[in-house]
């Protein structure tokens, strides 16, 4: 291509400037630098201070972003790099390792590696992302590559931005081969935080592990990287520009999710609620990625005031927060929900807007409760659910209380593993509707991944029906209420989870080894202070659609009157060890729904910890995180 004739128009100033705000023909590594190869593909797109830190107001094309461009292919010697195994949803590591050499290109060269070419080859994938640093440059290395495989067109969200449930709405509905998600979830942002990718498939589900392993494998031996000669695609307006066969398009990444949420849930009766005068809540966005949702769909769909809304930029970041909704990490919100003059409902969303927490007045949901509720009640609330559903699913840590719903409404209960993953097979073969995780996320087959404004949607819903014939004046039905009587009617589960973030992994495994140890020597009848033992195992899970089994899924201790504890580590941290326990115990008894939950089971929480022998193997005496 000719170099393209431009003129600098103001100043050039030295700020930090997101490489992609500036005008692709300015971006281009030829036009700006001329680099000499091989260079990392990381700094390939940021090829010199001077594009990393222009001003964006300084410089402008004269001319046209280039179209119907040639499309020139490099293929750039690699290495292989250890430690690219994904973990619980995704590859997660600290960023400073993603700027490592070829550290992502590799890892996404071998996804296109292992992935039949039918299912990529001249087809359409989506790229969305939660705002955090380094997405602005991973988006251009994923573009690039993409192209370099052969992939016919991208669709990428305004800015790099698109919630994780809305790349699978946006795969569903526009009949894409699959789609990436740039996001850490609710790991922290930054330059010294975290960064991940997640792939998913075209019914929009996370990529299941008989693909992970094969990226995996592949990324053990790969030897090069094929990379398209095109220069970073502008990401910060709305358009279409071609090279040769293949497309980027920058699309709204709120559109498609709101008409999906619009089929989905009765919106007027939404709106009745919200704009009641005796009705007040509000949405915590914590910087994260619904911070791009919550505005479009909460304020100008639903009519709530825009103050309403806390957090509600995103930042790459987070605001130096961590993005987490749950008692610990999302602080303000717990603090406003329970002030004297609390509103009626609160919530908060993860860092890809995946996870939600919910609050009532100085009330919290626990989200194995929150599921149980929503399934109990998604009939009469949610017009997508007016026939029923066909099935409730949870996963295996997560409480008991869906299963009770399940069997009073006769519909089946899967129990599957730890991760979203594994939920995607039983909507697909239209076995589940309603499903949901402790760890705050919540949803259902309206797409394949967990939802954190549906979960908003429907928790809206259920009180706006509970309420929408009640009068302003009248007392109305809280979040509290709602969940007293859920309690009434199907007993309550009393559960915690007690996290021990960033062990030494050293004693983590070894605590988990001797776990395993016990447990190869318990018998069913066994004592336990108060409990008698039914069973303990490390669970293992077959897939009722496809038959593929997922083993070493955690540690249970299951007793007779069933009470649980499961170990676990977690796999989604980058650095040590996380382990988390699981304590839960079913209470018939309506007088004593009213205890708090780590008082109901302070007797569990202390045969937990003594059957695992945890301050021994880690020397931690108190969790980080208790939800
Ligand atoms: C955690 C949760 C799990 C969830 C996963 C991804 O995994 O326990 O339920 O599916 O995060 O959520 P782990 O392995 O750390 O326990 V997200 O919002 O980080 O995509
Ligand atoms: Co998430």
Same mark, same amino acid.
């Given at each position: 291509m000719a170099a393209p004739s431009f003129r600098l128009e103001g100043s050039f100033a030295l700020s930090v400037l997101p490489s992609t705000s500036i005008s692709p023909l300015i971006a281009a590594p030829r036009v700006v630098t001329a680099a000499p190869r091989p260079i990392p593909l990381f700094r390939r797109s940021l090829p010199s201070p001077i594009s990393r830190r222009s001003c964006r107001f300084a410089v402008k094309a004269s001319s046209a972003p280039p179209t119907a461009e040639e499309l020139k292919i490099s293929t750039i010697p690699t290495k292989p790099v250890e430690g690219q195994k994904t973990g619980t949803s995704g590859l997660r590591k600290k960023v400073k390792v993603f700027q490592e050499e070829n550290y992502l290109a590799n890892w996404i060269q071998a996804l296109f590696n292992s992935l039949p070419p039918v299912d990529y080859k001249g087809g359409v994938l989506v790229l969305g992302g939660d705002g955090r640093y380094f997405n602005r440059e991973a988006a251009q290395i994923i573009i690039k590559i993409a192209a370099g495989n052969g992939v016919g067109k991208i669709l990428v969200g305004r800015d790099g931005l698109m919630s994780t449930p809305a790349v699978s709405a946006v795969i569903r509905k526009r009949g894409a081969n699959g789609g990436f998600i740039m996001s850490a979830s609710h790991n922290p942002g930054g330059p010294e935080y975290d960064w991940g990718i997640k792939f998913n498939y075209s019914s929009g589900q996370p990529a299941p592990e008989s693909i992970t392993d094969q990226i995996y494998g592949n990324t053990l031996s790969i030897s090069e990287i094929k990379i398209a000669d095109i220069q970073d695609v502008d990401l910060s307006s709305l358009g279409v520009v071609s090279y040769g066969n293949f497309t980027v398009e920058v699309i709204d990444p709120v559109s498609d999710y709101l008409e999906l949420m619009e089929n989905v849930f009765d919106f007027e009766l939404i709106k009745a609620l919200v704009s009641r005068p005796d009705f007040?809540?509000?949405?915590? @966005?914590?910087? &994260?990625?619904?911070?791009?949702? =919550?505005?479009?769909?909460?304020? *100008? %769909?639903?009519?709530?005031?825009?103050?309403?809304?806390?957090?509600?930029?995103?930042?790459?970041?987070?605001?130096?927060?961590?993005?987490?909704?749950?008692?610990?990490?999302?602080?303000?919100?717990?603090?406003?929900?329970? @002030?004297?003059? &609390?509103?009626?409902?609160?919530? =908060?969303?993860?860092?890809?807007? *995946? %996870?939600?927490?919910?609050?009532?007045?100085?009330?919290?949901?626990?989200?194995?409760d929150s599921v149980a509720i929503i399934a109990a009640n998604a009939e009469a609330a949610i017009p997508y659910f007016k026939d029923g559903a066909k099935g409730l699913a949870r996963s295996m840590p997560t409480s008991g209380a869906l299963d009770r719903v399940a069997s009073k409404l006769n519909l089946p209960l899967f129990e599957v593993p730890t991760g979203w993953k594994f939920f995607g097979n039983l909507m697909d073969a239209g076995k589940l509707s309603i499903c949901g995780e402790e760890s705050f996320g919540t949803g259902s087959d309206h797409i394949r991944e967990k939802d954190g404004i549906w979960a908003v949607l429907a928790w809206l819903s259920i009180i706006a029906y509970e309420n929408k014939d009640k009068k302003v004046g009248e007392k109305l039905v809280s979040v509290a209420d709602i969940a007293k009587e859920h309690w009434t009617t199907y007993g309550r589960n009393f559960f915690s989870r007690y996290d021990y973030e960033?062990?030494?992994?050293?004693?983590?495994?070894?605590?988990?080894?001797?776990?395993?140890?016990?447990?190869?020597?318990?018998?069913?009848?066994?004592?336990?202070?108060?409990?008698t033992l039914q069973f303990a195992d490390d669970f293992t899970y077959t897939d009722p659609v496809d038959g593929s089994v997922a083993s070493k899924q955690g540690l249970r201790f299951v007793f007779t009157d069933g009470s649980r504890i499961i170990y676990r580590l977690s796999g989604t941290g980058s650095a040590g060890a996380t382990i988390r326990i699981y304590i839960e115990q079913f209470e018939p008894d309506v007088s004593k729904h009213g205890t708090d939950a780590q008082t109901a089971l302070k007797p569990l929480i202390g045969l937990a910890l003594s059957i695992s022998k945890l301050s021994e193997f880690t020397g931690r005496e108190k969790p980080t995180v208790i939800t």
């Open positions: 007040r809540f509000t949405f915590d @966005a914590m910087h &994260a990625v619904t911070g791009a949702y =919550a505005k479009p769909i909460f304020v *100008d %769909r639903l009519g709530a005031s825009l103050d309403c809304i806390s957090n509600g930029v995103p930042l790459e970041d987070f605001g130096h927060g961590h993005p987490d909704p749950n008692l610990t990490y999302a602080k303000d919100l717990v603090k406003i929900m329970y @002030a004297e003059d &609390a509103p009626d409902f609160g919530a =908060a969303s993860d860092g890809d807007g *995946d %996870r939600n927490m919910i609050l009532g007045r100085g009330f919290f949901i626990t989200p194995s960033e062990c030494e992994s050293e004693g983590a495994n070894k605590m988990m080894e001797y776990l395993r140890d016990v447990i190869s020597k318990t018998k069913s009848g066994e004592k336990y202070g108060n409990y």
